[in-house]
């Protein structure tokens, strides 16, 4: 029993600081496959290689952090809510990364 917390407790450990790592990676993930619908499937953004036109460009739209996750937390328009099917770890990796990728956090 006290075996498998400590288990536990060290495995636990080992994901979130993997994805503080891999935060750029993960959040890749979350756009192209784990978000549903993907937000590929609406964005265009180069470096997922996605080119989706009912949205906004988001390479254009240099959306920061803070934008991504009102966006998919909450919904914009036409564009679904995503905080039921995705934990906030998988929201704040999918900004972090459009953020990133998109320069948007430098304007
Ligand atoms: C079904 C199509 C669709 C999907 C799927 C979708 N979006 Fe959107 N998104 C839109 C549309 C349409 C808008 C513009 C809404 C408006 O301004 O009325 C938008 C707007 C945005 C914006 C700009 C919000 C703002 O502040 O103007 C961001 C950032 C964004 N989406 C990110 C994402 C991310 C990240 C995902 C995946 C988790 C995603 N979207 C999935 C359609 C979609």
């Known amino acids: 029993m006290r075996k498998t917390a400590v288990l536990l407790a060290v ?4 994901i979130s600081s993997l994805a503080q790592a891999g935060d ?6 979350v756009f ?3 978000a549903q619908p993907s937000c590929t499937v609406c964005h265009t953004l180069a ?18 952090r803070e934008r991504v996750i009102s966006a998919v937390t909450g919904g914009v328009g036409i564009m679904p809510a995503f905080n039921e099917s995705l934990s906030s770890e998988q929201i ?7 953020a990133k990728v998109t320069d948007g956090d430098k304007k």
């Open 11 to 14: 495995s636990l450990t080992g």
């Open 32 to 34: 192209t496959q784990e």
């Open 24 to 29: 750029v990676e993960k959040g890749k993930q």
């Open 92 to 98: 704040e990796a999918v900004a972090h990364y459009v």
């Open 47 to 64: 470096d997922a290689g996605s080119a989706g036109a009912i949205g906004p460009n988001l390479d254009e739209l240099k959306p920061s």
